[in-house]
Each structure stands twice: as structure tokens, then as C-alpha cells.
């Protein structure tokens, strides 16, 4: 697709039940980010694949939470026994590559619109 | 140590002027990258400018240019002539890791820009 597309736009859930998140990033693009973003604060980095690999899920707050991307292409995030504290702007990312520092595009992030969870 | 710091917390600045945004970092790579995002109230992240560690000259797109100081570890966002559809918050990032291989992507808290009319 043209750009990264996030579903569900919005979840509303209840305390304990399960949620999964889906992004689907830019054709083509092999490096797939996750964040959360509470409000009034920055991107809170996830979980990051190269491909059909998590390279780094340092950033998964504790086991509820999981993340797969079974063919290289669109990832699906996972949260378990879902809790008030997990209500926030999930937000995906990709990007052609996630190595280098050079000045292309290809080293630059582009956000999909967030899934704005809320658990009551 | 916080990766990314934005001490600005909120600013504003008069229509047509110039604002510059404050960002410092943190890192022990020779090899990185800075990058900053402006996210409207409609929520979108949109990839603003770009500069990376080993570039010598600082990095402009249009109206915005990035002050990047290295031995200071500083990396300012500067707009220039600001515009009513300039306010937003604004994320400073940085991109860390050794070359060829993984690099994560650090943001910090933001700073809220309001340009008055």
C-alpha cells in the first residue's frame, strides 16, 4: 500500500480480555517498529523486526505483551489479560531498512496512523 | 541516562518568526542518526529532517533546519517564517547502533509548538 496502515483505528475493551493490533507497513519495507504513546508523551519503543525476526523486543513491557510477523510483511501485536495501564496510542512504523546511517530515505521512519486502545 | 532530552516542554512563537526547538543526546556510537517528527493534534508523525552523525554539513528541508552540534551532542531543530499550521508537538529522535546491522530508534518527550497569529 501507499502507506502504513494501522487496524483497528479504535478498541475499546474490558479488563482482562485479549486485543490484537495489526499494521500493515509499506510494501517493500523490511524493518517493522512498534511503539506506545501515552498521552503527553513520546513514542515508547516496542518491539523491532528485521523481517520475519524480532531483532530487539527489549522494549515489551512484561510477557502479556507479543508481537509476530510470520512473512515479512504485516505484524500483528498481541496483549494478553489486557490491563487500565495498557490503554494508550499503539503506534507501527517501517522502514526500508533498519541498518546504516546514511542520508537516503531508506532510514526513515514512516508512521501509520496508531490504534488508540482503551481498556476500561 | 535519558537517550533523548527535550527540555522544552511547551513554546510559542509569533507567526512569520523563527523558533528553534532544543534537542541533546546521548551515546557512546561513533555511528548514529537524528532525526525529528512533527505529530498534530490529528495525531500523525510526520518525518520532518534528518542528519546523520558522519554528515558534515547540517541538514535543511525547506523551512526547517537542523543545529546539529556534535561535540556539544546537540541537535536543534530550527523553523524558520512559522506558519499557523506549524503547531504541533515536536520529537526529537535518535537512531543508534552499530553499522550494517540493527539500529533502534529512540524519541524523546516532545516540545508543544504554538505559533500565535
Known amino acids: 500500500g501507499a502507506g502504513v496502515s494501522q487496524t483497528p483505528s479504535n478498541k475499546v475493551t474490558e479488563k482482562g480480555k485479549y486485543v490484537e493490533l495489526r499494521c500493515d507497513p509499506i510494501s517493500g519495507h523490511t524493518a517493522l517498529y512498534w511503539y506506545r504513546q501515552s498521552l503527553g508523551q513520546g513514542p515508547e519503543f516496542l518491539i523491532y523486526?528485521?523481517?520475519?525476526?524480532?531483532?530487539?523486543d527489549s522494549g515489551l513491557p512484561n510477557d502479556r505483551f507479543f508481537a509476530v510477523r510470520p512473512e515479512g510483511s504485516v505484524s500483528t501485536l498481541k496483549i494478553q489479560r489486557t490491563e487500565r495501564g495498557d490503554s494508550a496510542v499503539y503506534l507501527c512504523?517501517?522502514?526500508?531498512?533498519?541498518?546504516?546511517?546514511?542520508?537516503?530515505?531508506?532510514?526513515?521512519?514512516?508512521f501509520g496512523a496508531g490504534s488508540r486502545l482503551t481498556v476500561l | 541516562a535519558q537517550k533523548i532530552t527535550q527540555t522544552q516542554p511547551g513554546m510559542f512563537v509569533q507567526e512569520k518568526e523563527a523558533v528553534t526547538l532544543d534537542c541533546t543526546y546521548d551515546t557512546s556510537d561513533q555511528s548514529y542518526g537524528l532525526f525529528w517528527y512533527k505529530q498534530p493534534s490529528s495525531g500523525e508523525m510526520i518525518f520532518l529532517i534528518y542528519q546523520g552523525s558522519y554528515d558534515e554539513q547540517n541538514a535543511t528541508e525547506g523551512r526547517y533546519s537542523l543545529n546539529f552540534q556534535k561535540a556539544r551532542k546537540s541537535a536543534n531543530l530550527v523553523i524558520s517564517a512559522s506558519q499557523l499550521g506549524d503547531s504541533a508537538m515536536y520529537f526529537c529522535a535518535m537512531r543508534e547502533g552499530g553499522s550494517g546491522g540493527y539500529q533502534k530508534v529512540t524519541f524523546g518527550i516532545g516540545t508543544k509548538l504554538q505559533v500565535i497569529p
Open positions: 512504523a517501517s522502514s526500508l531498512s533498519g541498518a546504516g546511517t546514511g542520508v537516503s530515505g531508506a532510514n526513515v521512519l514512516t
Open positions: 523486526f528485521q523481517g520475519t525476526g524480532a531483532a530487539d
